[in-house]
Nanobody
Framework: QVQLVESGGGLVQPGGSLRLSCAAS????????MGWYRQAPGKQRDLVAT???????NYADSAKGRFTISRDNAENTVYLQMDTLKLEDTAVYYC??????????WGQGTQVTVSS
């Protein structure tokens, strides 16, 4: 059974930092491209960042320069380091695992709230 379990969300002030983690099980993690998406209330789910099985990264414009995605294949975990957080970063953040053209797996999400 595939599981993606996100953690690390919480309440942070503008300008602060958070590090999200997504622990994967039930898949050969090193073969999967991994990603972080987010969904704010009343909005669609949007890409934040992805990292391929080879380590190549891609970021949404809103995340460039502030967020860093990384992975640890030995720990079957993908991370999202978020710095200089803004009010508009408030959302539920979801982990995504994708292998070739197969349907992706999703985690249950972790809430990030940026508020003063």
């Amino acid at each position: 059974q595939v599981q993606l379990v996100e953690s690390g969300g919480g309440l942070v002030q503008p300008g602060g930092s958070l590090r999200l983690s997504c622990a994967a099980s039930g898949i050969i993690f090193s073969r999967y491209d991994m990603g972080w998406y987010r969904q704010a209330p009343g909005k669609q789910r949007d890409l934040v960042a992805t990292i391929t099985n080879g380590g190549a990264t891609n970021y949404a414009d809103s995340a460039k320069g502030r967020f860093t995605i990384s992975r640890d294949n030995a720990e079957n975990t993908v991370y999202l380091q978020m710095d200089t957080l803004k009010l508009e970063d408030t959302a539920v953040y979801y982990c995504n695992a994708r292998y070739r053209t197969w349907a992706p797996y999703w985690g249950q999400g972790t809430q990030v709230t940026v508020s003063s």
